[in-house]
Nanobody, 128 residues
């Protein structure tokens, strides 16, 4: 099982930026596809962004495309989510997830059921 620890959440004004980090404990992090999901109060969990194990491919939800950037550092075992031009509707708990089944260096999916391990999450609140 992979231990995932998120950080970087907080309170930010609309239009502001935050950078989330997700640190993984495993030695084979470079083989995992990684993703960020979020869940707002009273809403279902939704996919935000994903990155393949090699970092060569990224995918985004339409709601964040052009504003958020996912990246990874396979030396530091960390995946990042740079969030820009934040809106009130981005308010949610953000969790990272790892797919420990290597499916190819360019594989990435938005399907939550594919991911094996989940972090506890970090709260992001966008409010003036």
């Amino acid at each position: 099982q992979e231990q995932l620890v998120e950080s970087g959440g907080g309170l930010v004004q609309p239009g502001g930026s935050l950078r989330l980090s997700c640190a993984a404990s495993g030695r084979t992090f470079s083989l995992y596809a990684m993703a960020w999901f979020r869940q707002a109060p009273g809403k279902e969990r939704e996919f935000v962004a994903g990155i393949s194990s090699s970092g060569s491919r990224t995918i985004y939800a339409d709601s964040v495309k052009g504003r958020f950037i996912i990246s990874r550092d396979n030396v530091k075992n960390t995946v990042y989510l740079q969030m820009n031009s934040l809106k009130a509707e981005d308010t949610a708990v953000y969790c990272c997830a790892a797919d420990r089944n290597f499916r190819g260096s360019s594989y990435i999916t938005s399907l939550a059921e594919i991911y094996d391990d989940w972090g506890q999450g970090t709260q992001v609140t966008v409010s003036s």
